[in-house]
């Protein structure tokens, strides 16, 4: 369905968030270290991680390598920095979403990989910083599954 890129997460219950994102939604999760917490079982549970046995949740060393495993996917960066907004854009099965740290965004380096037009944002209200990652995660993927028309979601009429 969906890569969400996680770039150097520092902040375990908003990667927590996001693995169940991931899970209930079909998403793919991508961890680029270092990460600011462990992923070993225990650290999982008390940090409410534990969705991670339901999730496709993929580690990597750098951004290089997960760009390399996603080499045929789409890849926007979702950035306060961006000039189109998230609503404004096309989205399709494959499209990648990456997003920076909880505390430093992504770096300079990072967003000069990046054509403009590759470079989305989230409406907000000026003077503000950034919404929480999880939370902006959920407004971008929930927004990108609703333009493939909800593909492989379960077909509940009370949920329709």
């Known amino acids: 369905m969906f890569h969400i890129i996680l770039f150097a997460p520092q902040i375990p219950p908003n990667t927590g968030n996001i693995i169940r994102l991931s899970a209930n939604t079909g998403?793919?999760?991508?961890?680029?270290?270092?990460?600011?917490?462990?992923?070993?079982?225990?650290?999982?549970?008390?940090?409410?991680?534990?969705y991670h046995a339901l999730a496709d949740l993929h580690l990597h060393k750098n951004l290089d390598d997960c760009m390399a495993a996603l080499y045929t996917a789409r890849l926007f960066a979702i950035t306060s920095h961006g000039t189109a907004s998230v609503f404004d854009s096309q989205f399709a099965p494959g499209d990648a979403f990456l997003f920076g740290s909880e505390t430093a965004g992504l770096p300079d380096a990072v967003h000069a990989r990046f054509d403009p037009s590759q470079k989305l944002?989230?409406?907000?209200?000026?003077?503000?910083?950034?919404?929480?990652?999880?939370?902006?995660?959920?407004?971008v993927v929930y927004e990108a599954w609703r333009q493939t028309g909800f593909a492989a979601a379960r077909k509940d009429p009370k949920f329709v």
């Open 27 to 50: 998403a793919t999760l991508h961890l680029i270290e270092p990460l600011g917490f462990r992923l070993d079982e225990k650290s999982c549970r008390r940090a409410g991680l534990d």
């Open 121 to 139: 944002r989230l409406p907000m209200i000026a003077g503000n910083r950034s919404l929480n990652l999880a939370n902006a995660a959920s407004i």
